[in-house]
């Protein structure tokens, strides 16, 4: 590298290419379906919004679903011509600014790597606290939990893409399976009870979050559940027919967990009582009210079991699918030298990341013990949720904005107004409320700032942006030629 000039990667293509074709459609769907974790978004990530959101909280599920699908469908037109592990940088970078592109993957690579404690939390929380309401052991034992599945989803990205992805599929049947089933259930239990007033505002009734705002902040817990639709976008390079396969798996995942995720939210509110949500659903059943209320009243001890089971499913395959995600991000990075060159080293036998995978499990190990013991675990669940949700909101309006730039300037002759002009457009505008009621930004009457230590997610990603804008231009003066590497395709080369 004379004159500190950056190789590209052309000459050691073996040594940096992932393995091509490795991944056949299922697996690429379920990529997306088990990082959007069904089972424990409708347990947790979507019940976190409920003390903001009440009896109306199936409208915020209906709102997230609609706006996330107007992302599935732009993620879907920017993969079918770019087909990379970069993905979401690479859709920014080549349709608005590599500077902008590389601000993208800094902020992406947070928000995936904050995926691992979130899940890992998780694990800790549903173990114990079966544990301690069926047998009377210490709820103190999360942290153990947590490093186990931690040392699992390891061992499962260490064994490569075709173990990782082959477990998410048997693991996201499952966990779908079965609350479907349950839900449909507590729907024919609830009987009279149904009522499509859950759709509306009249059970927004939570304090200081009555109303449209109420709905709003609960968005922000909604918005959490569908995100991982996209994430089949970062196996491009190692799927079969990613140019056709991508679009579609990423559409397909975010319009069948959506309505599975509003089937199973309306369920619970309507057999619970919409008028009783905001105060009681939360809490009950030790914060587990999926497991130790609804699955008891409606299967009995078996149903309890079952419940268990897909849950702890559902944490195994959802942390599976971030860390398969945020592997090939790092990977990606390596590649081009945004992060260290020891990135883009994989494993002469599977092909796996390795350096990726040892960061994710430091990381995941290190927050999670910190914000547990700091706080508690279901407080890190929480916080770790928010700064997820502050970064990916961003994304998903700059991925819309992409869409609309990358066919107005590059190909004009496949501009379709509705594909390329409005429905990203109003994909824009569904995600800047939750955006703002996630960083604590009341811009608009309807908005209300999310409380400590929750509103600490805002701050957060802001000092992590800033250090990314000083970086950028420490690149942009000592590296440029990192910078444009952010546009690179390397499955056309």
């Known amino acids: 590298m004379a004159g500190g000039e950056f190789a590209r990667p052309d000459a050691v293509t073996d040594a940096h290419r992932l393995r091509p074709g490795a991944v056949g459609f299922g697996g690429v769907l379920f990529q997306s379906i088990t990082f959007m974790a069904p089972a424990i978004a409708t347990a947790f990530s979507i019940p976190a919004g409920i ?264 944490v195994i395959a959802n942390y599976n699918g971030s860390n398969t995600s945020s592997t090939r991000t790092m990977f990606a990075m390596g590649r081009i030298r945004l992060l260290p060159q020891a990135y883009a080293r994989l494993t002469p036998r599977f092909r796996s990341p390795v350096v990726g995978l040892i960061t994710q499990f430091v990381v995941t190990v290190g927050v999670a013990l910190w914000l547990g013991f700091q706080y508690d675990p279901y407080t890190a669940f929480a916080l770790t949720a928010t700064v997820i949700v502050v970064v990916f909101t961003p994304l998903f309006i700059l991925l819309n904005l992409s869409c609309i730039v990358y066919y107005a300037r590059f190909r004009r002759r496949e501009f379709n107004p509705l594909l390329h002009g409005l429905l990203p457009v109003l994909g824009i505008a569904a995600f800047v409320p939750g955006f703002l009621a996630g960083a604590g930004v009341p811009a608009f009457r309807f908005i209300t700032p999310l409380p400590a230590p929750l509103s600490y997610a805002g701050p957060a990603v802001a000092l992590w942006v800033l250090i990314g804008i000083v970086y950028l231009l420490w690149l942009n003066r000592r590296h440029p030629e990192r910078i444009t590497e952010t546009r690179r395709i390397f499955l056309e080369d």
């Open 51 to 314: 003390p903001f959101g009440g009896g109306a909280t199936p409208l915020a599920v209906l709102l997230a679903l609609i706006a996330s699908l107007f992302v599935a469908i732009s993620v879907g037109q920017l993969s079918r011509h770019m087909p990379t592990a970069g993905s979401f940088y690479t859709y920014v970078s080549t349709a608005i600014h590599p500077g902008l592109g590389f601000l993208v993957a800094w902020t992406y690579t947070l928000a995936v790597l904050m995926g691992g404690p979130f899940l890992a939390v998780q694990m800790g929380i549903i173990v114990s606290g079966t544990l301690h309401a069926e047998f009377g052991m210490s709820t103190g034992t999360w942290w153990v939990w947590m490093v186990l599945v931690s040392v699992l989803v390891f061992s499962l990205g260490y064994l490569g893409i075709r173990t990782s992805t082959r477990a998410g599929e048997i693991l996201g049947a499952f966990e779908i399976l079965v609350f479907v089933a349950l839900s449909v259930t507590l729907i024919v239990l609830a009987g009279g009870d149904n009522t499509a007033t859950v759709f509306t505002t009249k059970y927004a009734n939570a304090p200081h979050y009555g109303g449209f705002s109420g709905v709003v902040a609960a968005s922000v817990f909604s918005i959490l559940a569908f995100i991982g639709f996209e994430e089949a976008a970062p196996l491009a390079e190692e799927a079969r027919n990613p140019r056709r396969a991508i679009p579609i798996a990423v559409v397909l995942s975010c319009l069948v967990v959506g309505l599975f995720y509003v089937l199973n939210t309306y369920a619970s509110t309507v057999f619970f009582g919409p008028a009783r949500m905001a105060g009681h659903f939360v809490t009950a059943g030790d914060s587990n009210p999926w497991q130790n209320v609804l699955a008891r009243q409606a299967w009995g001890g078996v149903g309890f079991v079952i419940v268990f089971l897909a849950l702890i499913n559902s």
